[in-house]
């Protein structure tokens, strides 16, 4: 078996790991075992599965990899929203965010602890005020890389996450497979265990990958992120509005809320003089209606070296009354954080370019 065929054992689901058992001779109770090692012990070996065989543990070691993430940095704001820079094991930067209270995102309690992930290195979409664009693309983050985020950052910061939302680095539905495999097992009762409802995907407008997602079972939510009310606003920032357009996106917005019979949530990063006027904010109040979504406004985090600024506070009180006035259920998000470049992809940016600085 070579290196890249071997399987990471935080990417198997229950059923992979009863077949590696049966494989290997012994009964499938033995999966069961090796979960509650891995989700609730929370190993960082096999041979720290005392209950298995001496010999199967070495024939587990030889055919499946165990990888785990070392923290490199740690940032933490006022407020306690923290950012976890992850090294994976092929030598790339990831990044976490912790965002212990926030004021009921996505339909959740506000006493929920929600963690960004990360499911991409870079980002090959280039959404023109994001920090994660502007080094491109590197790889797919897989399964194991994003359930690993959960747990060393509940470890390292002695916090048990509640909610999760795929809106840190890269295009959650641009690896659709290898993140829908990471929330089943973070969803399942013998993996993480955290509710299919504190679990949202974001996107930035992947249209024929939001119809897949509606026939996926697992009832998670969806937050498409809007940032313009129009196609000419939308092409200004967000390239993907040219292969997927407004009205395409839009359609594939109504068939996943009517499919799952769930209310879609827009993200709209509200930035100065670009996507902030009255106009955008009654179109968008409009579509908002007609699709029966929640709207979150995001005042927009300054990304040094990108030329976009945030809107004044009356602007921003502004554009979210006119949501409101137009019977939209709006949230202003007093971002948590700001003081600690809590942007995607920023802290690995930053922290990238002083290791080339200063070399390795
Ligand atoms: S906002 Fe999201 S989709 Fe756009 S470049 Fe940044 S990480 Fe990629």
């Not at 090294?87 to 209270?101: C, F, G, N, Q, Y």
């Not at 504190?198 to 997602?213: D, K, M, N, V, W």
């Not at 100065?272 to 406004?297: E, F, M, T």
């Not at 949501?323 to 942007?343: F, N, P, Q, Y």
């Amino acid at each position: 078996m070579t290196k890249e065929a071997k399987p990471d054992i935080k990417s198997l689901q229950l059923g992979d790991l009863e077949k590696v058992a049966r494989d290997l001779g012994e009964p499938s109770y033995r999966a069961r075992q090796i979960a509650d090692w891995l989700y609730q012990k929370r190993v960082q070996s096999f041979d720290e599965m005392t209950d298995l065989p001496r010999q199967f543990r070495a024939r587990l070691t030889e055919l499946v990899d165990f990888s785990k993430s070392d923290l490199v940095r740690v940032l933490g704001s006022r407020d306690t929203t923290r950012k976890f820079l992850f090294r994976l094991s092929d030598e790339s930067l990831i990044e976490t965010v912790l965002i212990p209270a926030s004021p009921a995102l996505y339909g959740s309690r506000s006493d929920r602890r929600t963690i960004c992930l990360s499911t991409q290195v870079g980002c090959a979409y280039g959404c023109k005020f994001c920090a994660s664009g502007l080094e491109g693309f590197s790889r797919n983050l897989s399964p194991n890389e994003i359930v690993d985020q959960v747990i060393a950052t509940e470890q390292e910061s002695g916090e048990k996450i509640d909610n999760i939302v795929c809106m840190g680095m890269g295009e959650p539905l641009a690896n659709l497979d290898n993140v829908l495999r990471a929330l089943r097992i973070i969803n399942a009762p013998w993996g993480l265990g955290i509710g299919a409802r504190h679990i949202t995907i974001s996107t930035s407008g992947l249209a024929p990958q939001i119809r897949q997602l509606a026939g996926e079972k697992l009832q998670i939510r969806l937050a498409v992120s809007l940032h313009g009310a129009t196609d000419d606003v939308r092409n200004q920032i967000m390239p993907i509005n040219r292969r997927y357009n407004l009205e395409t996106l839009l359609a594939a917005c109504d068939y996943y809320a009517r499919h799952k019979k769930q209310r879609l949530t827009f993200e709209y990063i509200l930035i100065a003089n670009v996507n902030d006027s009255s106009d955008q904010a009654r179109r968008l109040g409009r579509i908002a209606r007609r699709l029966d979504a929640k709207v979150n406004l995001i005042p927009y985090n300054t990304v040094h070296g990108l030329p976009w600024s945030r809107p004044t506070t009356e602007q921003q009180e502004q554009f979210l009354s006119i949501l409101r006035a137009s019977g939209v259920a709006a949230t202003l998000r007093r971002e948590k954080g700001h003081d600690i470049d809590a942007a995607c992809g920023q802290l690995r940016l930053q922290t990238k370019r002083q290791l080339q600085n200063t070399g390795p």
